[in-house]
């Protein structure tokens, strides 16, 4: 009796410890901190889903500011002060990355550049003052694109409609919205149209007012512009189905810089990155950083490389602008009926 139980002894403690070498085997998962701009939309969760799909395990950390700049810096605090450090820090938007990253002129950056730093959706990361030029990283820092030059945009529309006045809405709260403005008036001269601005009031909270914006359509309309540029800017596109129905209602087209007033919204046309390209491009960036152990500073910030000519179809049959042949080749149909 003593000698069975001795076996069932040794066997039982030998698998406890088989059991906890298994455990121990186990790598734990990585630890990813989001930190958003206005909640995780199509991009933050399409990068969740894409690790998701590589097999990878990670425990996410989700700090949203909902549009108010004044809770990043808290965000950031929260970081610097974890006892646990996340492997990895993904910024979306040009606002958020800015307060992360800090300027590349700057000696130190606001997080440790030792702790992995990945940017989406950021317009423009040298304007923004993210990066000094493209090709010239910054130690621990690195990103996607998703905007294509705003140039190349502008040759792509007027290969739907030869706009002579382009219409602009200007938010003075973003700077998105002001280097595109900055941008605009320069190509304006090289590309021959006369642009014409409008721009939102602010109200007593730094923030713009909404209840403006069909006003401010009205004005473009009385000023006869031939298309409104919508550009990257998160209040507009946060707002985008009251800003394109009121350029609708005018009869004035919309052409956006992202895909979501296309898709989404009546614009009626853009070409754009679609954001399931971005980030799938930005899962591999990150992946590079966590399972490959390459330094972020070693891998180039860049663009996906398929982008997409969009066309909301039942606001072209409205406005009675249809599409030329040799875009029907090129172009992908889609948007909702702007009757219901």
């Known amino acids: 009796m003593r000698a069975l139980t001795s076996v069932l002894a040794t066997g039982l403690l030998a698998f406890c410890l088989l059991g906890s070498q298994d455990t121990q085997a186990q790598p734990r998962p990585y630890r990813i901190t989001m930190l958003l701009y206005r909640g995780c939309e199509e991009a933050c969760q399409g990068f969740q889903n894409y690790l998701r799909q590589q097999g990878v395990s990670v425990e996410y950390t989700l700090r949203d500011a909902a549009q108010d700049k004044q ?7 929260e970081i610097r002060q ?4 996340p492997d990895l820090v993904l910024s979306w938007g040009t606002t958020v990355t800015q307060m992360a990253a ?24 040298i304007s923004a003052g993210i990066l000094e030029r493209l090709d010239k990283p910054r130690p621990g820092l690195t990103g996607s ?20 006045r382009l219409g602009y809405v200007l938010n003075p709260s973003e700077d998105n919205s002001i280097s595109t403005l900055n941008e605009l008036r320069a190509l304006a001269r090289s590309m021959n149209f006369t642009l014409e601005v409008q721009e939102l009031p602010l109200g ?18 009385q000023a006869r ?12 596109n946060s707002r985008r189905e009251q800003f394109t129905d009121a350029a609708l209602a005018r009869g004035l087209p919309v052409f ?5 007033p296309v898709q989404h919204a009546r614009a009626l046309f853009g070409v754009v990155n679609r954001y399931r390209d971005v980030e799938r491009y930005t899962g591999a960036l990150a992946l590079n950083i966590l399972r490959d152990q390459m330094p972020a500073e070693r891998i180039p910030v860049s663009l996906p490389r398929n982008f997409s000519y969009l066309i909301n179809l039942p606001v072209a049959l409205q406005l009675k602008r249809y599409p030329p042949l040799k875009l029907l080749d090129v172009a992908e149909m889609t948007g909702i009926d702007p009757r219901e």
């Open 71 to 77: 809770k990043i810096p808290g965000f950031l605090q």
């Open 102 to 125: 800090g300027s590349w002129k700057d000696a130190q950056r606001p997080l440790p550049s030792n702790l992995p730093l990945v940017f989406m959706v950021v317009s423009d990361p």
């Open 256 to 260: 956006a810089a992202a895909e979501a």
């Open 145 to 164: 694109l998703y905007l294509l030059p705003l140039e190349t945009q502008l040759k792509a529309a007027r290969s739907y409609l030869d706009f002579h």
């Open 204 to 221: 007593p909270a730094g923030k713009p007012d909404a209840a403006r914006l069909s006003s401010l359509i009205d004005q473009l309309a």
């Open 225 to 236: 512009v031939d298309l409104i540029y919508q550009g990257p800017d998160s209040f507009l």
């Open 82 to 85: 974890a006892p646990t450090k």
